[in-house]
């Protein structure tokens, strides 16, 4: 028999990139290759780019200079090791990578993964091999199924696209260009995919798209399904307990998605929903298409169906022509819809946007360095510390965990709350898979610590006998 191949990815950024992954090493698995956390034993390493943080770029050469490296080091003890760079950064700067990494023998953009193995036997037979082009026919159509025994490996949880692209076009923003316009998949073919996970032990699903909720996938009816109705039929499917789905954008927040929160027991209500700046001046800049009023009056239509609704955001600090005041408009807003998290950034000119070409100009100077830096600072510890008072309001409460995998510490099995907070408690590992209700008595930094409440208390959420978690891996 011949060996397996050994195939090591690194995924960079999004979450949409883990998926992506997850799916290469699905489409190579027919090739003979398996996983391998050693990039030094691999014959393939894959690097799956994201290009919406700062120095993306950088980082990825940065990261091939080791490559070649280890490259070599396999060709001087006869080992063939090839070197793929896979993602946004892939898409947009196809041609510079070749020009610039000699070690590379694939160039593949996000849209053209599926590719992957003949791409591989071009570079054999040619010496590079690169695909860029946004492809006619749908990848994830041509895409294998994964093999029963590599989902249950991945744990109870699970990444599922359900759209890819993005339409709005914010001037600071790669996607369009990178990932291309708004794309939806069928419903019928997102429903055999869930069906197939949760048949292979998968209680949790999170949908995932660059704007998630714009999908508008054909149904079963021949019309185009909103992400809401698309939450309903998921939720059908026996064993899926808890429904989650990310990125959003304000401007698509429909009806019938706040209707899902309020419908759906198996909607968490935890939603991450970007505003990137409290400034109206700085959203019409950025051509966010909404202001931070429109902004406060999409999370007041959530928290009028779901009380206990929170959120997470993103937002960029520094962007061209920011002053104090709007960078104080941004606080007013953090401290107005005080969020459960939030991530946070410099702002850091991306080639090709609109927002790139205002630094270059005398009315919109970029915000220097330094500020920048202390405006981060101010913003992250008030975020914190409405983080900090999130979860601290969860001590002396009883909260409802699925139960993900065994912990570090011995005799701990670590699980997440509705609001994604991770929480330990001493078990058997039997509870995997399930959602069981936990008294929480402490906290340490982001986690809570607790123990099991009475059986009698068990969360309505958890599975039916018929998807006892017995049969289930417990996951990485």
């Not at 009475?454 to 309505?460: E, G, N």
């Amino acid at each position: 028999m011949t060996p397996p191949r050994k195939l090591h990815i690194k995924s960079y950024g999004c979450q949409m990139n883990v998926y992506d992954a997850q799916r290469m090493v699905d489409t190579l698995a027919p090739e003979g290759f398996v996983e391998t956390a050693s990039v030094d034993d691999a014959d393939l390493v894959i690097l799956n780019t994201c290009h919406i943080r700062e120095k993306a770029s950088e980082k990825v050469y940065s990261e091939l200079g080791r490559l070649r490296t280890a490259k070599d080091e396999a060709a001087r003890n006869g080992r063939e090791m090839r070197i793929a760079v896979a993602g946004c950064v892939a898409q947009a700067e196809g041609s510079e990578i070749i020009r610039r990494a000699p070690v590379v023998d694939v160039v593949v953009g996000p849209q053209s993964y599926h590719h992957l193995p003949q791409l591989l036997a071009k570079a054999k037979a040619d010496g590079r091999a690169i695909e860029t082009e946004f492809p006619v026919e749908d990848k994830f159509a041509a895409l294998p199924d994964p093999k029963p025994a590599m989902i249950r490996a991945r744990g109870i949880s699970s990444f599922v696209t359900v759209q890819e692209g993005c339409d709005k076009f914010c001037t600071f923003c790669v996607v369009p260009y990178t990932r291309g316009m708004e794309v939806s998949r069928p419903v019928a073919r997102i429903v055999d995919d869930v069906q197939r996970l949760a048949d292979n032990g998968v209680r949790e699903i999170t949908l995932i798209g660059q704007n998630v909720n714009a999908f508008h996938g054909a149904g079963s009816d021949g019309q185009p399904w909103s992400l809401g109705r698309l939450l309903h039929r998921l939720a059908a499917i026996p064993g899926i307990v808890r429904l989650r789905y990310s990125t959003s954008h304000p401007r698509d927040v429909d009806d019938a998605l706040i209707e899902a929160h309020r419908d759906i027991p198996a909607v968490m209500p935890f939603v991450h929903l970007p505003v990137q700046s409290g400034s109206d001046r700085i959203l019409e800049a950025m051509n966010r298409k909404h202001t931070a009023a429109d902004y406060v009056r999409t999370v007041e239509r959530f928290r009028k169906v779901r009380e206990d609704i929170a959120f997470s955001s993103d937002f960029i600090v520094g962007f061209p022509g920011e002053t104090e005041k709007d960078f104080s408009a941004t606080l007013a807003l953090v401290t107005q819809i005080s969020y459960a998290g939030a991530y946070s950034f410099k702002y850091s000119p991306r080639p090709g946007t609109p927002a790139a070409d205002m630094q270059e100009t005398v009315t919109t100077a970029p915000v220097k360095t330094a500020v920048m830096d202390e405006r981060l600072a101010r913003l992250q510890e008030l975020i914190d510390s409405q983080q900090a008072a999130f979860n601290a309001a969860a001590i002396g409460k009883t909260v409802d965990v699925l139960f993900e995998r065994a912990a570090r510490n011995p005799g701990q099995i670590v699980g997440r709350t509705a609001y994604l907070q991770p929480a330990h408690v001493m078990a058997s590992p039997d509870i995997i898979g399930q959602v069981l209700p936990v008294a929480v008595d402490s906290l340490e930094r982001y986690s809570l610590i607790g123990a099991l409440a009475a059986p009698s208390h068990v969360s309505p959420l958890a599975p039916s006998a018929d998807t006892s978690p017995t049969a289930m891996t417990t996951g990485a």
